[in-house]
């Protein structure tokens, strides 16, 4: 495949939020490369498609119910930009934290650099995650003194 051009890069999006809408982290880990990056702030940098694809599953199994919903999608070749809010209920372990029935929701950015195969050659994930362990219950916050 030569230079992925804008219009692939928007079909590459959409395999993208339909493979995590289906919760599916096998489908989500082929579409990077084989020797991909993901920097996350959950999961730290991880290289390669087994430990991205462990990523989703571990995500997966604590919030079974997580939704993606999507706000904007930007492509400028070679790049894609994701901006959405992932809701879920935390059911199953996290982080060591027996599942809270907590509700969740957050914002989230991902911007995805694609090589000349089409596949994702590095995401880099932001979010708040200190507020993402604040809903689960992991951490407490102090409200301010007046």
């Known amino acids: 495949m030569a230079v992925v051009e804008r219009a692939d890069l928007k079909i590459i999006g959409d395999r993208f939020i339909a493979a995590w809408q289906r919760r599916d982290a096998a489908a989500l880990a082929q579409l990077h490369a084989p020797n991909g990056v993901v920097e996350s702030p959950m999961f730290a940098t991880l290289h390669g498609r087994k ?7 571990a995500f997966f199994t604590s919030f079974p119910d ?11 070749p070679p790049y894609i930009v994701m901006f959405a ?7 199953n372990d996290f ?3 027996p599942g809270t029935n907590r509700h969740i929701d957050f914002r989230v950015a991902r911007l ?11 995401e880099q ?7 993402l362990l604040l ?6 916050a ?3 003194k007046p």
């Open 51 to 57: 430990p991205i694809e462990d990523s989703f599953r």
């Open 66 to 76: 997580a939704t993606f919903d999507l706000e904007h999608l930007l492509t400028d």
């Open 85 to 91: 809010t992932i809701n879920a209920t935390h059911r």
């Open 95 to 97: 982080f060591g934290l």
């Open 112 to 122: 995805m650099k694609l090589n000349d195969d089409g596949l994702i050659e590095l």
């Open 125 to 131: 994930r932001i979010y708040d995650f200190t507020g």
């Open 135 to 140: 809903q689960v219950g992991v951490l407490r």
């Open 142 to 144: 102090k409200p301010a």
